[in-house]
């Protein structure tokens, strides 16, 4: 079983940095894109940044454009954020589209969410 594992959540004042981490536990054989979406109460989940299997193509949310990157390695993709904004405050989600594992294929992987709080 393929699980999204995540971590780097955390409280930052505004203004601050913090990088997240997903890596895709199990024996990986390929993954095609990567993301990360976030969601707070009451909204629905929303795309931050995509990157795609090779890594050369990203795509961001206008809201941080120029304040995050996101970059992977094989099966691990991370999200540098910085100069965080009190609206960056959200759980963020790791996504993984197109993963397969020996015999298994997932189409569609959702990890289990980090807390991402920003002080003003």
């Known amino acids: 079983q393929v699980q999204l594992v995540e971590s780097g959540g955390g409280l930052v004042q505004a203004g601050g940095s913090l990088r997240l981490s997903c890596a895709a536990s199990?024996?990986?054989?390929?993954?095609?894109?990567m993301g990360w979406y976030r969601q707070t109460p009451g909204a629905q989940r929303e795309l931050v940044a995509r990157i795609t299997r090779d890594g050369g193509i990203t795509k961001y949310a206008d809201s941080v454009k120029g304040r995050f990157t996101i970059s992977r390695l094989e099966s691990t993709v991370l999200l540098q954020m910085g100069s965080l904004e009190p609206e960056d405050t959200a759980v963020y989600f790791c996504?993984?589209?197109?993963?397969?594992?020996?015999?298994?294929?997932?189409?569609?992987?959702w990890g289990q969410g980090t807390q991402v709080t920003v002080a003003s």
């Open positions: 996504n993984a589209r197109g993963v397969r594992s020996g015999y298994d294929y997932y189409p569609n992987l």
């Open positions: 199990g024996s990986i054989f390929s993954v095609n894109e």
